[in-house]
């Protein structure tokens, strides 16, 4: 089975910074990878497809990159409302990630 | 608007089953799949498996393989997933998300996406 290792899994940044999340596959995926964004107590939400398409209605502070084995989610210049956990999945089997907690410094 | 409303809450003893239902609405039913997540408490998304609307083909992940079933009820636009066996460690909040295909410019598909998400059934397993 394919593996998704995020780093880090905790990150503290403050309003304003700019954040940088990384997906690392055991074996190569594509483009076959997903992110999402879920807040405390609610359903998750896509963010990207395709490994770096935004998902419609999704600010275009995030974004993201890669191929292969290596992808990352970008936030550009981060909001109150984007802290949250985040999520990579690969689309071959489904697998997520063991998520990043994105805490307000 | 598309959405997708899930059963109430559940309390099970280890041994038993759970069904869940995934009730759509706002969008052609048999045009998407369904797929199935869940979340123990403190813990990671987990994926559970997906079933096609259209044909009825299921991909479950291998460690539920044999205990969980997938189905839907196209006349009600109502999907199903159904959990035996039931132990403590299956005490998770169960989503079910629309599951969207996409393609590029040349009609080349590119992945998918659980873009439209229920609002989670909490079951929990003890004796």
């Known amino acids: 089975d394919i593996q998704l290792t995020q780093s880090p899994s905790f990150l503290s940044a403050s309003v304003g910074d700019r954040v940088t999340i990384t997906c690392r596959a055991s074996q190569g995926v594509s483009s076959y990878l997903a992110w999402y964004q879920q807040k405390s107590g609610n359903a998750p939400k896509l963010l990207i497809y395709a490994a770096s398409t935004l998902q419609s209605g999704v600010p275009s502070r995030f974004s993201g990159s890669g191929s292969g084995t290596e992808f990352t989610l970008t936030i550009s210049s981060l909001q109150p409302e984007d802290f949250a956990t985040y999520y990579c999945?690969?689309?071959?089997?489904?697998?997520f990630g063991q998520g990043t907690k994105l805490e307000i410094k | 608007q598309v959405q997708l409303v899930q059963s109430g809450a559940e309390v099970k003893k280890p041994g038993a089953s759970v069904k869940v239902s995934c009730k759509a609405s706002?969008?052609?039913?048999?045009?998407?799949?369904i797929t199935w997540v869940r979340q123990a408490p403190g813990q990671g998304l987990e994926w559970m498996g997906w079933?096609?609307?259209?044909?009825?083909?299921?991909n479950y992940t291998q460690k539920l393989q044999g205990r969980v079933t997938m189905t839907t009820d196209t006349s009600t636009s109502t999907a199903y997933m159904e959990l035996r066996s039931l132990r403590s460690d299956d005490t998770a909040v169960y989503y079910c998300a629309r599951r969207t295909n996409y393609y590029d410019s040349s009609s080349y598909y590119i992945g998918y996406g659980m873009d439209v998400w229920g609002q989670g059934t909490t079951v929990t397993v003890s004796s």
């Open positions: 079933i096609s609307v259209f044909n009825g083909n299921t």
């Open positions: 999945q690969q689309l071959n089997r489904g697998t």
């Open positions: 706002g969008y052609t039913f048999t045009s998407y799949g």
